[in-house]
């Protein structure tokens, strides 16, 4: 049967100096991926992203009689078997952060493409992002370090607490346009990076941990300070859905930490959850939100894990474990699967992610690059396939230097503006990010999928399966190899399609369980 009719606006590709392309949007032209119906009968949807040729291709595939001796004989070599009915973990969704950056870079450009920028991210003719994260004043991706108490003496009541220009500017109208736009509610998750520097023993925003005993007053006000924050927010219309217990809180014991942190050890974090935090939300209006433990890589995430879970009031405390994927390459995922044993009914999200200098060596933007593109879409599978619910990216936007950034500590994004042309150009990463925020909606499961013995010796391929609400199966597999490979996929009703997936792609297919 021909392929069903799919109405979208193609990429309008160009070439920097990198292996792959970027798509140009502006004012009023940009590309974008419509929502299809459920596949029916035997239908199966195929999108295609790669390194040569495509974003977002359309194709259709059919099912086919599980018994022809054909398929058979490519079913010896290479498969796919997926099980919906054995389930694992429940996706809470894809997104990114509303950082000043990001909005300072999206106010470069005119309402048009502005709201082009925005569509492409949150509609239904884009990714349909459901998370944000929003950092609790400023981080390193601001134009200046700065909190919301910024006084020279000890404010204990935080009478002198006040929101910023850049909230006002470039954080809660961006939020807020973005939740108009969104099919789904945007669940927010806050995260604060440095406390104010009279707060902290070394009066610095760089390093430096909470004043007097743990888990005393000044951990008490610490508390009280995320309460003020979430007050503020919800008077100018935006409501958190999640807290995390802070950023990265081993970076401050770094003596080459260049950008705002608050250290706290395992013990100390431990206290100020079970404490302090925790009982300050219990006893708020707030006591809705989900609170997320760590917010730190891999390599950390046993020890502190298991010192705030150690504590009997956590399990009633904690509801997540937040990671960032920093460390993904030089530590195994059995650390997510450790914790998943341990703590099961905790769910873990991946709050923060972006290409950096230790992963990807080179300018902080590569327009193009479909390396970090690859780099991205392994990992995310990888978590995926090790109890993870979803994926945070870093900046939703960054500037052609990948900034700006008080620190100086630059880096990539899914999208870059260039202010002199105005328009933005969508990176690989971009796509890579589409192929799970479009495809694999809120409270979908991921499912079962094992490959057969031959394709399990291939390098090169990573795949991983959902159920969705809808009843839906979707598979996305990433060919990391040069060159095409031949697979059969089967299904729970013992249905089977051929397909093959590109070299150097991302694909999802989508199916009708029936």
Aim: charge should be negative; include cysteine; hydrophobic fraction near 35%.
């Amino acid at each position: 049967m021909p392929p069903i009719q799919f109405n979208y606006v193609p990429c309008e590709s160009r070439y920097f100096d990198a292996e792959s392309f970027v798509c140009v949007c502006n004012a009023t032209y940009c590309d974008t991926i419509e929502k299809l119906d459920i596949p029916t009968n035997n239908n199966v949807y195929v999108f295609t992203t790669s390194k040569e040729l495509h974003r977002f291709a359309y194709n259709e595939l059919t099912f086919q009689d599980s018994n022809d001796i054909q398929l058979q004989q490519v079913t010896q070599l290479n498969e796919i078997t997926i099980d919906v009915k054995i389930t694992k973990q429940q996706i809470i969704g894809f997104g990114g952060s509303f950082t000043d950056a990001s909005g300072i870079n999206i106010k470069k450009l005119n309402k048009e493409a502005q709201q082009k920028l925005l569509e492409s991210y949150f509609s239904e003719n884009g990714l349909e992002y459901n998370l944000g994260r929003v950092p609790i004043g400023g981080c390193d991706f601001s134009t200046r370090p700065y909190t919301y108490d910024d006084v020279q003496f000890p404010d204990l009541d935080l009478q002198n607490f006040c929101l910023q220009p850049e909230d006002y500017d470039y954080k809660i109208p961006i939020i807020l346009e973005a939740q108009k736009l969104s099919p789904y509610k945007i669940n927010l998750i806050a995260s604060a990076w440095s406390s104010p520097e009279w707060m902290k023993t070394t009066d610095s925003f760089i390093s430096g941990v909470l004043n007097g005993s743990t888990g005393g007053i000044f951990y008490e006000t610490w508390a009280n300070y995320y309460i003020k924050f979430l007050e503020e927010y919800e008077n100018n219309g935006v409501i958190f859905w999640g807290l995390t217990s802070g950023n990265e809180p081993a970076n401050c014991f770094f003596p080459t930490q260049t950008f705002n942190c608050l250290g706290f050890t395992p013990y100390m974090l431990d206290v100020f959850v079970n404490k302090n935090l925790a009982p300050v939300i219990k006893g708020s209006k707030y006591n809705y939100l989900k609170l997320l433990i760590h917010d730190f890589e891999r390599a950390t995430l046993v020890p502190y894990v298991l010192q705030i879970m150690n504590e009997p009031d956590a399990q009633t405390n904690v509801d997540g474990i937040a990671l960032h994927w920093y460390s993904d390459p030089f530590v195994s995922p059995a650390v997510q699967d450790i914790v998943h044993l341990l703590y099961g009914n905790k769910f873990q999200l991946t709050t923060e992610a972006c290409i950096v200098k230790d992963i990807s060596p080179g300018p902080p933007v590569v327009l193009g690059s479909w390396i970090r593109a690859n780099a991205y879409a392994y990992y995310i599978i990888q978590n995926l396939q090790h109890w993870d619910s979803g994926w945070i990216d870093w900046n939703l936007v960054l500037d052609l230097e990948g900034g700006p950034n008080w620190a100086n500590n630059f880096v990539d994004a899914p999208i870059i503006v260039n202010e002199t042309s105005n328009e933005f150009y969508k990176q690989p990463l971009f796509y890579v990010m589409g192929h799970f925020s479009k495809f694999v909606p809120p409270e979908s499961v991921v499912v079962d999928s094992q490959s057969s013995s031959s394709l399990a010796k291939l390098t090169g391929i990573s795949f991983v399966a959902f159920l969705t609400p809808n009843s839906t199966t979707v598979l996305t597999i990433l060919n990391s190899n040069e060159t095409d490979v031949r697979i059969n996929i089967n299904d729970v009703n013992n249905r089977t399609f051929q397909t093959t997936v590109p070299g150097n792609s991302l694909q999802t297919y989508i199916w009708n369980i029936i």
